[in-house]
Every structure is written in structure tokens, then in C-alpha cells.
């Protein structure tokens, strides 16, 4: 009869168990945020770049190998100065290479809470390495670097991209009809 009974607990265990992971997923789908309303009439490239880096932030990030194969990876927009765009990578990473070797790049990022409540911002352009000139911006604006590359000696190797041309389209599904629209980076 013991048997029976521990067994019924722990049944009853495993099932309310389950019942607080069901509320628990559901809470942190109910937790994601909505997409702000946009004035697409009146938005700029650079309102539209700044979306992407501070409401999407990681992105995916598709470039061309030494064999001229797609890679993609995902990758935060760290900073933004006016139309450009700023990324960084490590100089021991194959993406450093592959970017300098073939410096077209595709970026896509899509924020909702579904398909229909979102809102997608594709970047096909070009891009330079600029160095470390604001390195020390992009980590003080986005300081969970920090954690990533925590010691002078690890930042070493950190260099940054600007995107300084290419096109910014926009696929926003919240509205009917179907917002969409290509602006030209300068």
C-alpha cells in the first residue's frame, strides 16, 4: 500500500511540476515586448538603422567564405553615427577574414511577438574596418561586453566595421497592407 501511495506523490509531484513550467513558459511569452508603433510615412535610414541596433540588436549575419560559400552568424549592432552603422569581430575569427576578403554583407533582424505582429529590417551593404576607433563607445554603450572580453589583453584583438553604404529594407507584417520599403544608405 506504501508503494502505491509514494507513487500517486510523486505523480502528483510530476504533474504539478509540469503545471508550473506550463505557467513559467507561458510568462515569459506574455514578457515579450511588443514592437513600437512606427511612422513609416516619416522614418529615416537612420531611424530604421536604429531600431535594428537597439530593438533587435542581434542580428544575423551572412558573409561568403575563401570558397565563396554562404556562412551566417549572429552578430549585435553595436553603435550607430548618423546613417553608418558599427559592428566589431576578433582578428583570430574566420568572419574578420571573410569580411575583409568579401566585404558585401547581408544583416537581418525581425522583432514580435509572432509573424504578424512583426517587423523585419534586412541590410544588404558594404563594409570597412575602421580600426578601434570606438571601441571604447561601443563598450561603454554596451557594457555586457565587458563579460565577453574582460582584460585589456582580450580587447586586443577587437576590431570594428562600419557599414557605410548599401540598402535598408523593411517588412513590417503588423499592417494592412503589408508595409514595405528599400532606402538607400549613403
Not at 511540476?17 to 507561458?26: A, D, H, P, V
Not at 552578430?75 to 574578420?96: N, Q, S, V
Not at 575583409?100 to 509572432?114: F, Q, Y
Not at 499592417?175 to 549613403?186: A, E, H, R, S
Given at each position: 500500500m506504501k508503494i502505491k501511495r509514494?507513487?500517486?506523490?510523486?505523480?502528483?509531484l510530476l504533474l504539478a511540476?509540469?503545471?508550473?513550467?506550463?505557467?513559467?513558459?507561458?510568462?515569459?511569452?506574455?514578457?515579450?515586448?511588443?514592437?513600437?508603433?512606427?511612422?513609416?510615412?516619416?522614418?529615416?535610414?537612420a531611424q530604421y538603422l536604429k531600431f535594428l541596433k537597439d530593438d533587435i540588436h542581434s542580428t544575423v549575419f551572412s558573409t561568403v567564405d575563401e570558397q565563396g560559400k554562404p556562412e551566417?552568424?549572429?552578430?549585435?549592432?553595436?553603435?550607430?553615427?548618423?546613417?553608418?552603422?558599427?559592428?566589431?569581430?576578433?582578428?583570430?575569427?574566420?568572419?574578420?577574414?571573410?569580411l575583409?576578403?568579401?566585404?558585401?554583407?547581408?544583416?537581418?533582424?525581425?522583432?514580435?511577438?509572432?509573424t504578424m505582429s512583426s517587423v523585419s529590417i534586412s541590410v544588404k551593404g558594404t563594409v570597412r574596418e575602421i580600426g578601434t576607433k570606438y571601441l571604447d563607445e561601443i563598450f561603454e554603450k554596451n557594457a555586457y561586453m565587458n563579460q565577453i572580453y574582460p582584460t585589456p589583453a582580450s580587447k586586443k584583438v577587437l576590431r570594428v566595421f562600419e557599414v557605410y553604404r548599401g540598402s535598408v529594407e523593411v517588412y513590417d507584417l503588423r499592417?494592412?497592407?503589408?508595409?514595405?520599403?528599400?532606402?538607400?544608405?549613403?
Open positions: 509514494v507513487g500517486t506523490i510523486i505523480l502528483f511540476g509540469n503545471s508550473l513550467l506550463l505557467i513559467k513558459n507561458q510568462q515569459r511569452i506574455d514578457k515579450r515586448e511588443e514592437v513600437t508603433q512606427m511612422d513609416h510615412k516619416n522614418m529615416s535610414v551566417s552568424r549572429i552578430i549585435d549592432m553595436m553603435l550607430l553615427k548618423g546613417d553608418k552603422l558599427y559592428f566589431l569581430t576578433a582578428t583570430t575569427k574566420p568572419f574578420y577574414d571573410e575583409l576578403a568579401h566585404p558585401d554583407v547581408a544583416i537581418t533582424g525581425v522583432k514580435g511577438n509572432d499592417t494592412k497592407p503589408i508595409y514595405q520599403t528599400t532606402l538607400v544608405i549613403k
